[in-house]
């Protein structure tokens, strides 16, 4: 028996196990091959457990949340991948406690429902806690860093610990996490201190900001923002000015509305979004010295 054929029978104890799932059916840009193993679990405690079973089996292990924010191969995933779908939450005055799977957009938004200020920002942001926490995810001018106190990380062993978020270093779109400092260490559950509100006033902000996101912001199938901003020019001015707003390769292409989201028109491949994305780094490159930063992370099997 293979190590992940004794994976697949030990992990299945947790939550609903399939094999050979395609990816494109799991994340935004609507793109990516296979994985191996493809585990749904609905708990912390089942997240944990298997992170450690993968661990101990040595089987990579990647965890999905929404599926924004990635691009992955067309190749897929080799070894387990787990769809976080943990949302426990709890509720002590102005202190919540999150788990990781829940969606960020629908938690801020519930909270301006409760009057509870400080994620107004946050309600048409994609993507789930745990990749919140790992990207300090952000918008017009407010970040998770801002109300995050501490998170629960599942340890290499088995072992699950708080940290607090001053530990975790978070800058603009980053982390320890994303500096390659926090490997193996699954974001579980969160802790975020907010602030009395009046929510009237919450909503009507939170609707502001949807108005102005759908203003701006192209609709379809894509990551959301491609790249970060560099601190000399927004990211769309700089592939706007070097001609690639619309530009196409196959069904993937640079949006007209948005020059720094890329999307899926029809049935795109990985391949010819990446190649976009690469075409855009080298042409600003070129004409500017600037290099600019993926904001999507490329995932799975691309070599």
């Known amino acids: ?74 190749a897929g995933i080799r070894g387990l991948v787990i769809d976080n779908r943990a949302r426990a939450e709890s509720l002590d005055g102005t202190t919540v406690r999150i788990e990781s799977g829940a969606s960020f957009a629908a938690f801020a938004r519930r909270m301006c429902r409760r009057g509870l200020d400080g994620l107004a920002w946050a309600v048409g942001i994609p993507g789930t806690l745990g990749g919140a926490v790992v990207y300090n995810a952000g918008a017009y001018g407010g970040c998770l860093a801002d109300v995050l106190r501490r998170v629960r990380l599942q340890l290499p062993g088995g072992r699950a610990e708080w940290v607090d978020a001053a530990d975790l270093h978070l800058v603009y779109r980053g982390s320890r996490f994303t500096r390659g400092e926090l490997r193996g260490r699954a974001v579980l559950e969160c802790e975020l201190e907010l602030a009395p509100g009046d929510p009237a006033e919450l909503l009507r902000r939170a609707a502001a900001y949807d108005a102005k996101r759908l203003a701006a912001q192209p609709r379809g199938r894509s990551a959301g923002s491609t790249f970060k901003n560099p601190p000399e020019a927004p990211a769309w001015k700089l592939i706007d000015a070097v001609g690639m707003r619309g530009m196409r390769r196959g069904d993937a292409a640079i949006s007209e509305k948005h020059a720094n989201f890329f999307v899926n028109e029809g049935n795109a491949t990985a391949a010819d979004l990446r190649w976009l994305i690469d075409e855009a780094r080298r042409r600003v490159f070129e004409a500017f010295g600037i290099t600019l930063e993926p904001e999507v992370e490329f995932v799975g099997a691309w070599t």
């Open 1 to 74: 028996m293979s190590a992940i054929e004794r994976l697949a029978a030990e992990v299945s104890r947790f939550g609903e196990l399939r094999t050979a799932e395609p990816l494109a059916r799991h994340t935004t840009f609507g793109v990516g091959g296979p994985a191996d193993l493809f585990l749904t679990v609905r708990s912390a405690d089942a997240l944990a457990a298997a992170s450690a079973a993968a661990a101990d089996a040595d089987v990579p292990v990647f965890i999905l949340g929404s599926g924004s924010n990635i691009l992955v191969a067309d």
